[in-house]
């Protein structure tokens, strides 16, 4: 691997993170409809309602979160998206956001995992 491709490796995986206290916080609450997940960006951080978050669990089953608030352009989530687990489904898997800091166009992939 030649040196400007490994450096972009490196500047991906760097841009990667799995901290829960990192510009996400997920919220958690049991309901009768299932276990309702919701996304809560910092005050310094947006969602990107163009790729929507995904939660992948361990047997690759795959729900995104959604949101009706939505900045003018359609670009960013106004609102925390969030998704409801049926019941029975445990909310176990990573969690895929692409983030990006307020002011900035270019976009950070950001994992949770959730256990």
Request: proline share 5%; net charge positive.
């Amino acid at each position: 691997m030649n040196g400007w491709r490994a450096a972009a490796l490196l500047a991906f995986l760097a841009a990667c993170s799995e901290a829960a206290d990192g510009p996400i916080r997920v919220t958690r609450e049991e309901t009768a409809a299932g276990t309702r997940l919701a996304l809560v960006a910092t005050h310094a951080a947006q969602i990107n309602a163009q790729l929507k978050p995904a939660l992948e669990l361990k047997d690759g089953t795959v729900f995104r979160f959604d949101a009706a608030g939505r900045t003018p352009d359609s670009a960013y989530f106004t609102t925390a998206p969030e998704l409801v687990l049926p019941p029975g489904i445990a909310a176990r898997g990573k969690i895929r956001i692409s983030v990006c800091d307020s002011g900035e166009a270019v976009c950070r992939l950001v994992m949770i995992a959730l256990k």
